[in-house]
C-alpha cells in the first residue's frame, strides 16, 4: 500500500516556473514506477511524465518534452516535477501516480496508487 500526497502547486504567469513534489508513505517506495498525470477541465486525464523505480528511465509526452523535467529521490520517498516555461495550455490539475509494472508507463490504468492531485494555474 503506498499513500501519495502532492504539493507546489499555485498560480503562475506564462513563462514561469513551479516544482511539483509527491511524497510516498511506505519502506517499499524504490520498488514502485512513479508518473505525473494531469488533467484540464472537461478533458480526459492525460500522461506528463514517468520514472523508474531506480531513476535512470524518464517517459515525456511530447507536449512537455524540453520544458518539464522528472526525478525522485527514493532515500526521501519523494518524486519531484520540474516546470519550466509554462503555458497557459498547462493549467490543470496534477496528480501523481505509483505502479509495480514495468509496461505501460504512459498508461493511467496500468498505476495502483494516486495522489489527491494539485492544482496549476498559469495565467496569460
Known amino acids: 500500500q503506498v499513500q501519495l500526497v502532492e504539493n507546489g502547486g499555485g498560480l503562475v504567469q506564462a513563462g514561469g516556473s513551479l516544482r511539483l513534489s509527491c511524497a510516498a508513505s511506505?519502506?517499499?517506495?524504490?520498488?514502485?514506477?512513479m508518473g505525473w498525470f494531469r488533467q484540464a477541465p472537461g478533458k480526459e486525464r492525460e500522461f506528463v511524465a514517468s520514472i523508474s523505480f531506480g531513476g535512470r528511465s524518464t517517459t515525456y509526452a511530447s507536449s512537455v518534452k524540453g520544458r518539464f523535467t522528472i526525478s525522485r529521490d527514493n532515500a526521501k520517498n519523494t518524486v519531484f516535477l520540474q516546470m519550466i516555461s509554462l503555458e497557459p495550455e498547462d493549467t490543470a490539475v496534477y496528480y501523481c501516480a505509483a505502479k509495480r509494472k514495468r509496461s505501460g508507463d504512459m498508461f493511467a490504468n496500468e498505476y495502483s496508487y494516486w495522489g489527491q492531485g494539485t492544482q496549476v494555474t498559469v495565467s496569460s
Open positions: 511506505g519502506r517499499t517506495f524504490s520498488s514502485y514506477d
